[in-house]
């Protein structure tokens, strides 16, 4: 017997399908409702783990769990149907063997239903990379500036502006791609050096800070929408939902102290006495 079956979702395939096309339009996303508001606009969701900084105040990612990650990714995968649905893998729960990622990166495919992971590392983490794909889940590579490296880095910084970093770099991209990773973020890069990578690898790149020239882009949704009053400088800004949540916020406020906020007679009209 032959079963066809049919995924509801963009796949992995199509993803990979982008190489030197169409480029892929990504955006992080943590929750149910704003994965519903994305969903038709997006090839990509990445829960990334941005959201330890961005949703519970942390300095680095570096604090965020597991648990975390799944709870995100339940929400954005209840909000959507269309867009892939990629996971950042935290920190401290695939660096260790290529075993432990596979029962993390597991645990986050079964109780979540996304398709695929993402991890941070090149040349370093090709074994492991190799290792999921050929056990059925589809990782994502991230490559350039790794936030999860931050406190052996001593900071944030771009990368590849010396030429000098290039060959290395190179090397984590073909490493990456050569383990069976279906694309690869490029974060924090000089633009000639992504142009490089992104000619040179047969997987499509996506770049954060790392210019137009990648194969697609991938932002953090808060930033584009201007809810970070400190956004990197690279980021476009689409909106300005912070300043207009602040107004929105200041007029409830003057309403309720005023007591002008709107009375319920309209909405639970008294019943006449029969
Ligand atoms: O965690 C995240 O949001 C990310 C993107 C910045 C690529 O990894």
């Known amino acids: 017997m032959s079963v066809q079956t049919q995924l509801a979702r963009i796949t992995v395939p199509q993803i990979r399908a982008h190489k030197g096309g169409q480029p892929i339009v990504c955006l992080t996303c943590y929750h149910a409702h704003t994965a519903k508001l994305l969903d038709q606009h997006v090839d990509l969701m990445l829960v990334g783990d941005s959201l330890g900084m961005v949703m519970h105040g942390l300095e680095t990612t570096v604090g965020v769990t597991l648990d975390m990650m799944i709870t995100h990714a339940k ?133 954060i800070g790392a210019s137009s020239v990648c194969d697609g882009q991938v932002l953090v949704m808060e930033d584009m929408l201007g809810l970070n009053p400190n956004p990197p400088k690279f980021v476009r800004q689409y909106a300005q939902l912070g300043p207009a949540i602040e107004a929105a916020v200041e007029a409830y406020a003057r309403d309720v102290r005023s007591r002008t906020f709107p009375g319920v007679e309209n909405v639970y009209p008294m019943k006449k006495a029969q």
Not at 98 to 121: D, H, Y
Not at 173 to 193: C, I, K, N, Q, R
């Open 75 to 207: 929400a954005v995968m209840r909000g959507s149907k269309r867009a892939l649905v990629t996971v950042d893998m935290p920190f401290g729960s695939y660096e260790e063997s290529p075993a432990v990622a596979f029962r993390n990166a597991a645990r986050v495919m079964q109780e979540t239903g996304a398709t695929a992971v993402k991890l941070e590392g090149g040349a370093r983490m090709a074994e492991t990379i190799a290792y999921l794909t050929q056990r059925g889940i589809p990782v994502m590579g991230h490559i350039g500036l790794t936030p999860q490296m931050v406190h052996v880095k001593g900071g944030f910084r771009t990368v590849g502006r010396e030429e000098n970093e290039w060959p290395a770099l190179i090397a984590d991209a073909h490493a990456v791609s050569d383990a069976g990773a279906f694309a690869v973020v490029l974060e924090g890069m000089a633009e000639p050096l992504a142009a490089r990578i992104t000619q040179l690898i047969a997987i499509p790149t996506i770049g």
